[in-house]
């Protein structure tokens, strides 16, 4: 299967198992209060700390992220070097605490080469903002991650991720991040792609959630395979490319 078609396949998968962990589990809670998030900057209990500093803010990035990291990506631009993907992602709140956001990454080499990382993602661990017309939603940078595949570290606590089999880890990010105003559940509908009566995506979503890390073996491998592409940055949005239509299942 080459790049572009897995990468489409990819998109696709990802959009269905957020309807599933959307409804199917019943993640929206309609009587859920407005966030309690602030408008500073605070340190979040699970670790990080939220952007409330930036709510409003159009545009706002924790990490310099090039303009074309807020477009719909291209299926047709070749993929060189190490990439990010978004996997599952979904909003839970229980009855007896805080909802939150799990949002899972995929990470993969995109070649022969290995790509190595640092198990908390560089020094500023996982940003991660949500982004609505009005600006900032809500977000979070310094998020702990949580690895599933590899499990384990190696010698110099880097995980190693090859090409077969990739890399996958997941992020929380706490409702307490969101702006004032918002609720949790109403944002991870917004997030949703829309679609018509045949199930076809048919524009972007409401919300932009961008997740990045900045790590030493991104630009490592960058530099390894010659990519076009320079630096230590890596991000991944919710945005779909719509130069053909997708249908869901």
């Known amino acids: 299967m080459n790049h572009r078609v897995r990468g489409a396949v990819l998109s696709v998968v990802a959009a269905v198992v957020l309807l599933c962990l959307a409804y199917q ?11 309690s998030g602030s408008m500073s900057a605070t340190a979040l209990s699970g670790g990080g700390f939220s952007d409330g500093n930036e709510c409003g803010v159009k ?11 807020s477009s719909p990506p291209s299926p047709d631009t070749p993929q060189v070097g190490p990439q990010l993907a978004l996997g599952a992602y979904g909003y839970q709140q229980m009855s007896d605490s805080p909802g939150h956001f ?20 560089g020094t500023d661990g996982v940003a991660v903002e949500i982004e ?11 998020l702990p991650v949580t690895w599933n595949h ?12 090859d090409a077969v089999g990739g890399g996958s880890a997941e992020v929380s990010l706490p409702v307490q ?20 009566s045949r199930n076809t995506i048919t524009g972007q979503p409401a919300y932009t959630l961008t997740v990045s890390v900045s790590d030493p073996g991104i630009g490592e491998l960058r530099r390894t395979v010659r990519s076009a592409v320079s630096g230590d940055l890596l991000s991944a949005s919710n945005l779909v490319p719509l ?4 249908t869901r299942p």
């Open 132 to 142: 609505g017309p009005h600006g900032l939603v809500g977000g979070a940078h310094g």
């Open 59 to 69: 545009g706002f990035h924790h990490f310099a992220l090039p303009a074309d990291a």
């Open 177 to 196: 991040a969101l702006c004032p105003g918002y609720q949790g559940a109403s944002v991870m509908k917004g997030l949703l792609a829309p679609i018509d």
């Open 243 to 246: 130069d053909k239509p997708i």
């Open 150 to 161: 590899p499990t384990t570290a190696n010698r110099d606590n880097a995980m190693r991720i």
């Open 25 to 35: 589990q019943k993640l929206f809670v309609s009587a859920e209060p407005a966030s």
């Open 102 to 121: 799990t949002i899972q990454l995929l990470f993969a080499p995109r070649g022969k080469q290995s790509l190595v990382l640092s198990r908390t993602l």
